[in-house]
């Protein structure tokens, strides 16, 4: 099993864990610490040696923060972790406030006391967030204090060590264009930006430049290290040399100038002095880098990450390998929903549900002999109030029997060496409730809206992310997530910089995949949400129409529960475009099934 059903929050050891940060605080002359949920590669998904904010809090979600003052504790999470962070934590010792309507930056400008010295790690923090803090806190005399080592790492007495996971090469056949060519772009790219320098310190942009994956965070098929690339000259790769084995070590020296992490600091300095140019993304790359250039001598300027965008735009390649991998997990998922519909509710439990779609996966990868490397995150398997809780991870102690008249919502995905999968469907307990049929619907509306949809080039995410929601806002209803993110080629299956939500600000283009996933979610109750892969096509001309229109390719084929449509809400151009999808379900998933399988698709995708 790629997933864990073990509780990893130890709530009851917060007060200890406290007392010896608070401690370390006090030596150091601090008022308060900030400690992120990050890592200095500032990834989403965490090693276990960098699961700090965990190991303080409890709280075990991809986004958080926390305040540790002498007194008193805040946990920051926003509104996917609101009802995690309230069941992980002590709320004796751990106050919750809002991620994104009170950061720890407006938190400190509001709460903080004049003169108070806040402690932060600079490698743990953005350049563009230690900008933003400073700029809150400096008129109430707050001093944010750049420390030189993590309170939490020196507290923590049991620390994992650090991943060191063998580098593997991603083959030219996934990839679509070899690393040379990559890197010969992004040279090009800082000299149209005058730029001498940048340092690539996402994991994923590292991976896409060299055509390299590897197995140092849960899921996601990344090594961490950093690159520095330069206008002119060889670039220099810095990984764990621990990493670097036979084939790998040989093709990445023909790429890069081999260095141990160790080194990056001092070859910063050093390609720094003498008033170097040197671009940091603000938004990705670590406070601590920006201080070892001004302090060596360079000038920082301020460059978005020259991989991210390419990146975003999957080649040909990608995009066939996409397809491709959706079709394997279509039928993976198919013979899934038929085994669960197969079932008497009461005779299973999340935990078993989980189980036994990752083994549908891993026949579906052998069948095609093209192995299921991973689950692309944990799987959301909740049933009941538990399907309420948006980033729900069901563990020994949360698994939930299932009950007949309740919803399941099971959000997963997988990653193939071809593609990277998520796909999120909600199904019928037995007979759903009235209620759930309408609210079901009303998502429906939502999803279909987005996937039928025709926009000008230049249309952002947050320009379009009001029409998977306009249907339950005229019912008074919302969700509290975005509706899309971006989905890596073998890589994260979250992605920027492109995404549906109110603040997508990047345009959509040709090539990058999005999901499309609107939901509404009774506490206590139920959840549901909705999501396929989707992929941005390049425009079109419509009959009689002046501007050539995108839309969007729908990848995830898997068939969405008729037994929860109201079909008197479907208007008949929403009515045709589920029918049609269903059809297309069916023609190309059937041919992968066994009869009983495909007997059992044939019903589930029938017109409505």
Not at 264 to 286: I, M, Q, R, T, W
């Amino acid at each position: 099993m790629f997933q864990s059903f073990e509780s990893k929050s130890e709530p009851d050891q917060a007060g200890a864990r406290l007392h010896r940060l608070r401690a370390l605080m006090a030596e150091a002359g601090l008022d308060a610490l900030l400690v992120p949920h990050s890592d200095e590669y500032q990834s989403e998904y965490l090693p276990p040696s960098a699961e700090r904010l965990a190991w303080l809090t409890g709280f075990t979600g991809s986004a958080g923060a926390a305040i540790v003052l002498r007194d008193r504790a805040i946990l920051f999470v926003d509104g996917r972790y609101t009802l995690q962070a309230r069941e992980q934590t002590d709320p004796a010792l751990f106050e919750i406030d809002s991620l994104i309507d009170n950061p720890p930056r407006e938190w400190l400008k509001a709460s903080a006391s004049r003169g108070a010295r806040v402690g932060f790690d600079p490698w743990l923090h953005t350049v563009e967030e230690v900008r933003s803090l400073r700029k809150a806190v400096e008129k109430i005399g707050v001093e944010m204090v750049a420390l030189d080592r993590n309170l939490v790492d020196a507290a923590w007495e049991d620390r994992p060590a650090p991943p060191a996971e063998p580098v593997r090469i991603h083959p030219l056949k996934f990839a679509g264009e070899a690393a040379e060519g990559k890197l010969k772009r992004l040279a090009g790219k800082l000299a149209d930006e005058a730029v001498d320098h940048t340092v690539l310190t996402n994991a994923a942009s590292l991976a896409w430049t060299f055509n390299i994956r590897g197995s140092d965070v849960a899921h996601t098929p990344l090594t961490l290290g950093f690159a520095i690339l330069s206008a002119k000259g060889r670039p220099k790769l810095f990984l764990d040399a621990r990493k670097l084995m036979g084939e790998a070590k040989i093709y990445l020296a023909r790429l890069a100038d081999l260095h141990p992490l160790d080194e990056l600091e001092p070859a910063l300095s050093a390609l720094s002095a003498n008033d170097a140019k040197v671009g940091l993304d603000f938004g990705l790359a670590a406070e601590r880098l920006r201080m070892l250039i001004e302090e060596s001598g360079g000038s920082v300027i301020e460059l978005t990450d020259p991989a991210t965008l390419p990146r975003a735009v999957k080649n040909e390649t990608e995009l066939k390998g996409a397809r491709t991998a959706h079709l394997r997990d279509g039928a993976a998922l198919a013979r899934f929903l038929a085994w669960v519909d197969a079932q008497k509710p009461e005779a299973l439990d999340e935990i078993t549900v989980v189980k036994h779609l990752e083994e549908f996966r891993r026949l579906a990868g052998e069948e095609a002999q093209m192995p299921l490397r991973d689950i692309s995150f944990d799987t959301i398997s909740g049933s009941g109030p538990n399907g309420a809780i948006v980033h729900y991870r069901v563990t020994e102690k949360t698994n939930r029997r299932l009950s007949s008249g309740e919803l399941l919502l099971v959000d997963s995905g997988a990653q193939y060496e071809d593609g990277t999968t998520d796909v999120t469907r909600t199904v019928a307990l037995g007979s759903p409730s009235e209620e759930m049929r309408n609210r079901f619907t009303l998502v429906l509306k939502g999803m279909i809206a987005i996937s039928m949809l025709r926009f000008p080039p230049g249309t952002r995410g947050m320009d379009i992310d009001a029409f998977a929601r306009v249907n339950l806002w005229k019912a008074g209803l919302d969700y509290g997530h975005g509706t899309g993110h971006g989905v890596g080629s073998y890589l994260g299956v979250h992605e920027g910089p492109q995404r549906i939500a109110k603040t997508g600000k990047e345009k959509l283009l040709p090539g990058m995949i999005l999901s499309n996933e609107p939901g509404y979610y009774r506490q206590g109750h139920y959840g549901i949400r909705i999501e396929n892969l989707i992929v941005v096509s390049p425009p079109e001309p419509i009959p009689g129409g002046e501007i050539e229109m995108h839309s969007f390719e729908t990848l995830t084929l898997v068939p969405i529960d008729r037994r929860l449509i109201e079909p008197d809400l479907l208007s008949p151009e929403e009515r045709d475009w589920l029918n049609a999808y269903h059809r297309r379900v069916l023609e190309e998933i059937g041919p992968l099934l066994d009869g009983q399988t495909a007997a059992w698709l044939e019903q589930a995708t029938a017109p409505l």
